[in-house]
């Protein structure tokens, strides 16, 4: 069995998918790109505005599933320059703590709007 989440403080899906999918106690979120949930926009800036907007919008769309970033169990981070993989690192390690999730980290040749970075998260939720 599958729920979807919705929410309207993280960007609207861009194309046929949700934002995260419920399944029991696990959350798999869309990747989320840099975009300003108000305006659909992508926020301008360097990879670590970015990052942080990315960052944001995924805290969003978890605490409407019921979790946060402390239940993030594997992240999977895509970027179109690993040369900024130690900036991207610098704002990631303040949005979680130890344990850190698991993570992997690729780089591809281009992402939706022209975005620098991209990221998917798949948590537990908490226990009642």
Do not use: W
Not at 38 to 62: P, Y
Not at 82 to 106: G, W
């Amino acid at each position: 069995m599958k729920q979807a989440v919705a929410t309207t403080h993280a960007p609207a899906a861009i194309g046929p998918y949700s934002q995260a999918i419920v399944s029991g106690d696990l959350i798999f979120t869309s990747g989320q790109i840099p975009l300003d949930p108000a305006s659909g926009e992508l926020v301008q800036g360097d990879i670590q505005a970015q990052t942080r907007q990315v960052f944001s919008n995924l805290r969003e769309v978890l605490q409407e599933a019921g979790a946060s970033l402390d239940d993030a169990v594997k992240v999977n981070v895509y970027m179109t320059d690993l040369k900024d993989f130690a900036a991207l690192n610098e704002v990631y390690a303040t949005f979680f703590t130890q344990p850190y999730p698991a993570r992997s980290c690729v780089e591809v040749s281009s992402l939706p709007k022209g975005a620098q970075v991209e990221i998917e998260i798949i948590a537990r939720k908490p226990q009642a």
